[in-house]
């Protein structure tokens, strides 16, 4: 409907027409094609994972969908909102021939997107069991502590692929602003199918978390098969123009750079939570908000302090930008 809208405001004259021999039209169900019947991993997970939840105890699929429903908060929050916000300006750069910047603006945009999503894996991995027995125990009620212990744990799993789940959606729009929506879908399905074992072996010998750490594999590898093959279409198109990629920042490294980061900051959290616990070991809501707090704040600071030292500039562009963000807070008469 915003398009629609776009165009009323604008005095566009608006008729229904729907003729096969519309080139743009023939066009654009060409590459929505491929997005509309594909069978890509970023679809088919959950299906395998419902499915193969069902050889297990009652309840085990309960705990695998209230998981999956709080790691979709930062994926929809920073994934989707970073994907959406950069389509648009690498569409308009690859049509104008600024293929190098385009690719740049992808890869900072996944990094910085990648740098909070690894901040939220750490608080949903230190604070993933209060946050469960906040939402569907306290204020609803649905939840035990048992509940809420076992949902929490399946969450730590599926938060491995959190920066999986975020980075295709800005992966994925790089090639759609290329015009090749059929390469996510193809490689996404054959990773769908050969993942398939991989999810019943994990399900046999690991139960509910075997499927979460099989989720997060499939998604990950999908994620950086994708990412190489979009460097290397990339740099075919800047070759073409005599030129490269060597200026624009590497998602690889980076990501493994956050990856340790948040790792460093989860493995200090857990040991931080072990001794909050003896202090703060009630379910009273003051209680539970305050260890969520503290958790949360502790593994964020761990976090950063790490990403600094690993010489992560996303650490030092969003500390300027809160800075920024805070002095215009304070003094609204800035420009």
């Known amino acids: 409907g915003l398009p629609l ?3 009323l405001r604008t005095d566009f004259r608006w008729r229904p027409v729907l003729s096969l021999r519309n080139s743009d039209l023939r066009e654009y169900l060409w590459l929505s094609f491929p997005i509309m019947i594909g069978f890509s991993i970023v679809v088919v997970d959950e299906w395998i994972v419902k499915n193969q939840a ?3 105890a009652p309840g085990m699929l309960s705990y695998l969908q209230y998981g999956r429903t709080l790691i979709k908060v930062p994926i929809g929050v920073f994934g989707m909102a970073a994907g959406v916000a950069s389509y648009p300006t690498v569409s308009r ?3 104008t021939g600024s293929v190098v910047e385009a690719f740049t603006l992808l890869c900072r945009a996944t990094r910085l997107m990648l740098f909070a999503t690894f901040a939220a894996q750490v608080c949903l991995t230190l ?3 209060e946050a469960a027995y906040l939402i569907w125990g306290a204020f609803s009620g649905r939840f035990s502590v048992a509940d809420a212990q ?3 744990s399946v969450v730590g799993f599926l938060s491995l692929g959190l920066g999986g789940w975020a980075a295709q959606t800005v992966i994925s729009r790089g090639f759609y602003a290329l015009g090749s929506t059929w390469t996510p879908t193809i490689v996404g399905t054959i990773i769908a199918v050969l993942a398939v074992p991989v999810y019943i072996t994990l399900r046999m010998y690991g139960g509910p978390a075997g499927l979460a750490v099989a989720s997060s594999i499939a998604i990950t590898i999908y994620v950086f098969v994708l990412g190489w093959l ?4 990339f740099q075919q198109e800047a070759a073409a123009q005599n030129t490269d990629l060597s200026a624009a920042p590497s998602i690889l490294w980076g990501s493994l750079q956050m990856a340790s980061a948040a790792a460093i900051a989860i493995g200090a959290g857990l040991l931080g939570r072990f001794v909050l616990v003896q202090f703060l070991p009630g379910l009273s809501l003051v209680e539970v908000i305050a260890r969520a707090t503290v958790l949360c704040s ?4 761990i976090y950063y302090a790490s990403s600094t030292v690993f010489g992560l500039h996303e650490a030092k562009y969003l500390t300027e ?3 920024s963000k805070l002095k215009r807070f304070r003094n609204p008469t800035m420009s």
């Not at 979009?230 to 279409?233: I, L, V």
């Not at 502790?298 to 600071?301: A, D, E, F, N």
Request: hydrophobic share 55%; proline share 0%; glycine share 16%.
């Open 5 to 7: 809208i776009g165009c």
């Open 54 to 56: 069902s050889y297990l």
């Open 93 to 95: 750069l690859i049509a």
């Open 127 to 129: 604070a993933g069991f």
């Open 150 to 152: 076992a949902t929490a």
């Open 230 to 233: 979009e460097h290397r279409r």
């Open 298 to 301: 502790l593994g964020l600071v």
């Open 321 to 323: 930008l809160a800075g």
